[in-house]
């Protein structure tokens, strides 16, 4: 594993959580000492933990809140500002479940350009993207939306990454069999995708109106024999793309490094290193550049498949100045239906999905009728303001996904978003989208067996690391956790616990630090009357 460098920001996970190569500073430590009550009420297990080695110049933030009665049951730096890692994603995904409610379904439709006759269509056909996180990729035969523990998108980051037995293709494959269904069987011209219904924002990941696969590339190693090549499978399968690989299968017990690289248009990709015999299948990525071209020959080749050929050569640029000013009279032959956005909502919060978090912004954008993703962040502060009744200078955000150097949370503020959930119908559903712990998501390898609290905490988990050049270790900016604690009489408890400042010698030792936090959120929940 690659670890990060300062000035590359770059996605990471633990067991899910979303983890930043910080380039500035942790955060400004507050002045004042801790508020004497109710921090001191702090049990000697929590405390223990609080002052373990590494985190001699670190700063804790606690926050837990009864919302029945507003009663602060624990309080440390409550308003002071912390980095906060993904549950950044909390704020986010509450303004984009609201706006678009958790019932909307992005509809991606098809139209026909040009004349027909019979089953021929003298024209193109113009897939319009709509923003849709999936297309269809992850959706299983119940219309639930399928992720892993540790989820594909964190692959070249972590270990035991994973990927979903759905067909990242299968929406594409829906809308060629509808065009079939229509009764077209040749296009004398090309297919082209529409782009245009919102700007590329400055964001990493980077949002685009058409995902097929998160803009990526899969590619899957697995052990053979020593001294034999291993075996490669990758998907999806679209043309120009094209894999080798050179990697060896080394004796049991031995190194597993595989690195991967691609031409400068990510068409030719190439994989070299070892695996040893005894490894697990190792899973690694390649991006997707040019999202538009590939979807318009992924879009191609399935309408191939469903018997409906097109004169156009199938790979190359996606036209789009062969679009229409508008639709008007052109008819629609296909279009995709995806999951209702609570189920992209538990997806963005389960695996601490970025481009997923990202694209929340771009979505509230367009809900509003902007093209312009930032548009975003006024529809997310209109909801704190007027609906959740939250203060938004509590927070400091410049992306969806917890991931600028500019990202601040107070710990009040995320425990007031927290705590509007408990006022709608939608508590529920909401709580359930968060990582449990021992069960699921970022909280399913933590807490597992003989843990009193499995089941009880729904949290999500924020990670900020960065590598420290000086003392040639790693820089835990943050590793946070806010959810809810479900007490044994069968109360609910908001929380926010962060530490801002941790140091680790490896990213093995790294992990010690998020099991550190989960425990504190597991003595919180036991020590809950």
Not at 1 to 19: D, E, I, K, N
Not at 58 to 73: F, K, N, Y
Not at 178 to 196: E, H, K, L
């Amino acid at each position: 594993m690659t670890l990060p460098r300062p000035g590359r920001l770059r996605s990471w996970a633990v067991a899910g959580a979303a983890l930043l190569a910080v380039t500035g500073p942790a955060a400004a430590t507050p002045a004042t000492a801790a508020p004497a009550d109710p921090a001191e009420r702090l049990s000697p297990a929590i405390r223990a933990i609080m002052n373990k080695p590494g985190y001699e110049h670190a700063q804790w933030g606690l926050l837990e809140v009864d919302p029945a009665s507003g009663r602060s049951i624990h309080a440390q730096f409550p308003d002071q500002f912390f980095i906060p890692g993904s549950t950044a994603k909390l704020v986010t995904i509450s303004g984009a479940w609201h706006t678009l409610g958790p019932d909307h379904r992005f509809t991606t439709p098809v139209h026909a350009l040009g004349t027909r006759t019979g089953s021929t269509l003298d024209g193109n056909l113009a897939l319009v993207a709509q923003g849709d996180l999936t297309m269809g990729g992850r959706t299983r035969p119940d219309g639930t939306v399928d992720y892993t523990t540790i989820d594909h998108t964190y692959a070249n980051d972590l270990p035991g990454a994973t990927l979903t037995p759905e067909d990242p293709l299968a929406g594409l494959d829906q809308i060629a069999q509808q065009v079939a269904a229509s009764g077209i069987t040749t296009v004398r011209g090309d297919v082209v995708v529409d782009p245009r219904i919102f700007d590329l924002p400055a964001l990493d990941p980077l949002p685009t109106p058409l995902i097929i696969n998160d803009n990526l590339i899969d590619l899957l190693t697995t052990p053979t024999a020593p001294g034999q090549a291993a075996q490669l499978s990758w998907r999806p399968q679209v043309a120009p793309y094209q894999v080798t690989s050179t990697v060896q299968t080394v004796a049991a017990g031995g190194t597993t490094d595989i690195h991967v690289s691609a031409s400068p248009d990510g068409t030719q990709i190439t994989l070299s290193g070892t695996v040893a015999a005894d490894a697990q299948p190792v899973l690694r990525t390649s991006p997707v550049r040019d999202p538009n071209a590939f979807g318009r020959t992924a879009l191609i080749e399935a309408l191939a498949r469903a018997g409906v050929t097109v004169t156009a050569p199938p790979t190359g640029p996606n036209p789009v100045a062969d679009l229409p000013a508008s639709y008007a009279g052109a008819p629609q032959v296909a279009a995709f239906v995806s999951p209702p956005y609570r189920e992209y909502a538990k997806l963005i919060l389960k695996v601490s999905h970025n481009l997923g978090a990202n694209l929340a912004l771009c979505n509230m954008a367009t809900a509003r009728g902007s093209h312009d993703c930032e548009t975003g962040f006024q529809v997310e502060r209109d909801f704190l303001t007027g609906v959740a009744n939250v203060d938004p200078t509590q927070f400091q955000l410049a992306d969806g996904r917890g991931g600028d150097p500019v990202d601040r949370v107070t710990p009040r503020g995320i425990n007031e978003v927290l705590a509007y959930w408990l006022r709608t119908p939608d508590a529920d559903a909401f709580r359930n989208a968060l990582p449990i712990l021992g069960v699921d998501g970022s909280g399913a390898t933590t807490c597992t067996t003989g843990c009193p609290a499995k089941g009880k905490v729904f949290a999500k988990p924020g990670t900020a690391i960065g590598f420290d050049h000086l003392n040639d270790q790693l820089a835990v900016g943050s590793e946070a956790l806010a959810g809810y604690l479900l007490t044994d009489n069968g109360c609910l408890r908001t929380f926010f616990l962060a530490v801002n400042g941790a140091s680790t010698p490896t990213i093995e030792s790294f992990f010690q630090i998020n099991d550190d936090v989960w425990q504190i959120a597991g003595l919180l929940q036991q020590e809950a009357p």
